[in-house]
């Protein structure tokens, strides 16, 4: 695969691993998502997160894990469910701190139309 | 490079405790601005630290605060204030605490700060995409979550920053050809 020097066999695992981070209901890293929500960044958690909803199901994503798991037989079973405490609480903490995260309010309206979405699904 | 089940030995932590920490890192290094890969070393020293000593919950915001300050002197061109770490630390931690700290993490990481940082790896795969700002940042994105997700601590930074441009090029790639082929076809997608 291009420069890097690996097959796409090689970085198989990996992607699968950020495909499984993304294809998550919820949030798990709050201020992580937020960064990469703004402009500066092109929005590309919010990017990313509407392709995951196009591309993958989180039930496809579990079945895939599982099967890779079960057949290289590593140790990440202990992490395939998130712990719940983990989801970030309110939003407006971060509001008014860092031209960063407030620079444009439309993301964070976007963010809540695509949690209410979450909840429909 | 660190241990990628050293929490095994960390009596008093969780991995989900570091994914707060290194979350909390993010933020603190957005707002200090700093460089991509002062962040990357830090969650680095973070790891490596973790991997050789035990330590009380109490201290581990203590790591990732002494961590950032020893690899923003490390990288950064102006590196930000010891008054301001203390500051985002709310005062939890005293100068004279952190000064000790940085000396202890030092020595426990024996002052190898050369890290192959995935962001080295990045900038030489981007040439393939004559350096495309879109697929960059989305890669930058998928790379940054192998440090909040410590499942990624076993693979190489090289291999991270090839996977994330690989998803990131996927992702970027599949404007006209998803509505047709894409959404269709019902068999398993490669991923």
Not at chain 1, 3 to 31: F, N, Q
Not at chain 2, 5 to 31: C, F, P, T
Not at chain 2, 101 to 107: D, N, Q
């Amino acid at each position: 695969m291009h420069y890097s020097g690996y097959s796409t066999l090689e970085i198989r695992p990996v992607v699968r691993l950020m495909i499984d981070y993304l294809a998550r209901k919820e949030i798990l890293h709050d201020a992580f998502f937020k960064k990469y929500a703004a402009k500066k960044y092109m929005k590309a958690s919010i990017i990313v997160r509407e392709w995951i909803r196009t591309e993958y199901s989180e039930e496809e994503i579990t079945a895939v894990m599982t099967e890779t798991l079960t057949a290289t037989k590593t140790q990440e079973v202990d992490f395939q469910e998130p712990e719940q405490e983990n989801i970030p609480e309110e939003e407006e903490d971060y509001e008014d701190e860092d031209e960063n995260y407030n620079s444009d309010d439309d993301d964070f309206m976007y963010a809540d139309e695509l949690e209410s979405r979450e909840v429909d699904a | 490079m660190p241990n990628p089940s050293y929490m095994k030995q960390q009596i008093n932590l969780e991995w989900r405790m570091r994914g707060i920490l290194v979350d909390w890192l993010i933020e603190v290094h957005a707002k200090f601005r700093l460089l991509p890969e002062t962040l990357f070393l830090c969650v680095n020293l973070v790891d490596r630290f973790l991997s050789s000593r035990p330590i009380g919950m109490e201290k581990l915001q203590l790591v990732g605060v002494t961590a950032l300050l020893v690899a923003s002197k490390y990288e950064e061109v102006m590196a930000p204030n010891i008054d301001n770490f203390i500051y985002v630390a709310d005062g939890g931690y005293t100068e004279h605490e952190i000064l000790k700290a940085e000396r202890y993490l030092l020595h426990i990481v024996g002052f190898d700060l050369s890290y192959p940082n995935p962001m080295n790896f990045l900038r030489r795969i981007s040439k393939a995409d004559d350096y495309d700002i879109h697929t960059r940042t989305i890669a930058k994105y998928l790379i940054e979550i192998s440090l909040v997700d410590d499942r990624f601590l076993k693979y190489t930074p090289s291999i991270i920053a090839a996977a994330g441009m690989y998803l990131s090029r996927r992702m970027m790639d599949r404007g006209p050809w998803v509505s047709s082929s894409s959404s269709q076809s019902n068999g398993r997608r490669p991923i």
